[in-house]
């Protein structure tokens, strides 16, 4: 009786998504009693749900021979066609191809023409997507076609998602993203299994990654973090996907939300010490600290994403040249953007890092060069995204020219596409150029409010590189008064002497009440003073009241 009660709690949790009961309960009954091989697919989900990945191949190779000892041989394709999938998505190469070939043998000898040969087109169809996307959009074609009909729901996602990444490597992406769009909609609305919805929403957020759709790969990302809330104990997706997430988090100025995720996908792909997304994640996580000025912790992770394959670059090259090692820096960058391979989004970061490096190492001309290639990937997708980061490269270019008026120009346009896209760390990157653009301009109010704005976001993001670096601008600024202070240091300096606190001087300028200690701690460092007292006693001497 309680074998009994186990089996129909399995199921039932089963039902409702709840995979950590589901487990332990037909575990407890597969314990004491031979299960069903229905049962024993159960079992098999539950385990590879919840991140038991061993225990998920030997329960679905078991309800594989269960289902084949009853004459089930539809079902035993698809134990084994997923015991297939799962272990290609592990690296386990050998294996997974060969649950493949049994399962086409099967398919060959006793289902010729079935749907279940259609699930066995799909390994075809994404193996020839990158060498040849018009074979595999046939293949995904003719696959659509054979989930009508069947109407059967995981196929009519898999191929619908099959379909939309080969229009998107055809260089069809309207198309693409539609189908895409569409595969997404079978997931969120129809009967797809949770372990084919896993794999339709990663793919398509990976999809809208690379041809720079960031708005709709966060709507994207969103859905699957709601979609895995509602599922207990659910594990997969949270590798990959959450890297991508906290690439998001990052971009949109949620540093320590993007970290936090980074460290659930490390602590998710840990169990899987052959997966090569691992060093996805530790190159991730090495891009927050360097912006958080860890640069030891940082040079750690990106060695330890080289130890899985992954490019260090340009993360690492950014890193020395952070650090001072420009000529390092030059060398690394010259030799990773001199790869054309790199996928496009890739190579937009290497191409926008090779400008900012060959600047600081004089080369003009390659920095014009690289962003003219820039500028050819962004011809090729309509995204603000890259329009952004054009527009930023541009103006750098311009201002290490002397061409402050166009640089000014092109710039401000830039930090509107930047807003568009929700990125304060890049706007604020942009602030400080601006800064050094209208200081050589004179326009020296101006200048300070830019910075006092980008302190505010570095501030808050802890990007202590840029603080560093605003505070750097402010002194080598030609536009000194009395005391070498800043127009900007003369207005605080003068609030000073009223007595007001620092809380009253940020409400006055409407900045921060750390960037009003900052420039405090400057105005005494300059006028080589120890105390508010004696600042307040400078500005009555000075007639600055």
């Known amino acids: 009786m309680a074998i009994t009660e186990s089996i129909e709690q399995g199921r039932a949790a089963c039902l409702e998504y709840a995979w950590d009961d589901a487990y332990q309960f037909l575990s407890e009954a597969d314990g004491a009693c031979s299960l069903e091989a229905a049962d024993l697919e159960r079992l098999g989900i539950a385990a590879y749900l919840t991140g038991r990945d061993e225990a998920a191949v030997a329960d679905l190779e078991r309800a594989y021979q269960a289902y084949l000892g009853q004459g089930g041989i539809e079902r035993s ?53 990158e060498a040849d996307p018009a074979s595999a959009y046939e293949t995904f074609d003719k696959l659509v076609a054979i989930a009508n009909e069947f109407d059967d729901a995981d196929l009519t996602a898999l191929s619908r998602l099959g379909l939309g990444q080969a229009l998107v490597a055809m260089g069809e992406a309207a198309r693409g993203v539609a189908m895409l769009d569409e595969a997404m909609l079978c997931v969120t ?69 993007a970290m936090t995720e980074i460290h ?5 792909l840990s169990a899987q010490p052959e997966n090569p997304v691992m060093g996805m994640a530790q190159y991730q996580q090495a891009e927050i600290l360097r912006l958080r000025g860890k640069y030891a912790e940082a040079e ?18 950014l890193l020395r040249l952070a650090q ?68 930023s490269v ?14 000014c120009t092109t710039m401000r346009a830039a930090w509107l596409a930047w807003q568009e896209v ?57 536009a000194r008064t009395a005391g070498g202070l800043s127009a900007r240091e003369i207005e605080v300096l003068r609030l000073v002497a009223t007595g007001v606190t620092n809380r009253e001087i940020a409400n006055t300028l409407v900045i921060s009440e750390k960037t009003v200690s900052r420039h405090i701690s400057n105005i005494l460092t300059k006028l080589d003073l120890s105390s508010r007292t ?12």
């Open 422 to 478: 929700d990125a304060p760390y890049e706007g604020a990157r942009l602030r400080i150029l601006m800064a050094r653009a209208f200081h050589a301009l004179g326009d020296h109010d101006t200048a300070e409010m830019e910075l006092d704005a980008g302190a505010q976001v570095f501030e808050k993001l802890g990007a202590a590189p840029d603080l560093m670096e605003i505070a750097e601008v402010s002194r080598r600024s030609s």
């Open 264 to 268: 659930r996908a490390c602590e998710h």
């Open 300 to 317: 750690a992770a990106y060695r330890e994403a080289a130890a899985y394959g992954h490019n260090m670059h340009p993360g690492l090259a």
């Open 534 to 545: 004696a600042a307040a006693a400078y500005a009555y001497d000075n007639d600055l009241t």
């Open 394 to 407: 541009r103006g750098s270019i311009l201002v290490s020219e002397g061409d402050y008026t166009s640089a």
């Open 77 to 129: 394709v698809r134990c084994a066609f997923w015991l297939g999938i799962t272990l290609l998505l592990r690296g386990q190469h050998a294996r997974g191809g060969g649950w493949l070939g049994r399962a086409q043998r099967l398919v060959d000898e006793r289902l010729p023409g079935s749907v279940e040969q259609g699930y066995l087109m799909i390994p075809a169809g994404l193996q020839a997507l």
């Open 324 to 391: 001072g090692h420009v000529q390092d820096a030059y060398a690394a960058i010259r030799r990773v953007a001199s790869d054309a391979a790199e996928r496009p989004v890739e190579r937009a970061k290497i191409l926008a890092a090779y400008v900012e490096i060959a600047l600081a190492a004089g080369d003009s001309d390659g920095a014009k060069s690289a962003a003219e290639d820039l500028q050819g990937i962004a011809v090729r997708f309509d995204s603000p995204y890259l329009q952004a980061m054009v527009g």
């Open 189 to 257: 609305t129809g009967d797809v299994t949770p372990i084919a919805a896993g794999i339709v929403y990663c793919a398509v957020i990976l999809a809208c990654r690379d041809i720079f759709d960031l708005g709709r790969a966060q709507e994207w990302t969103a859905a699957l973090s709601e979609w895995c809330s509602k599922q207990q104990g659910l594990r997969p997706y949270r590798g990959q996907c959450l890297v991508h997430r906290s690439e998001i988090m990052q971009l949109h100025g949620q540093w320590e939300d």
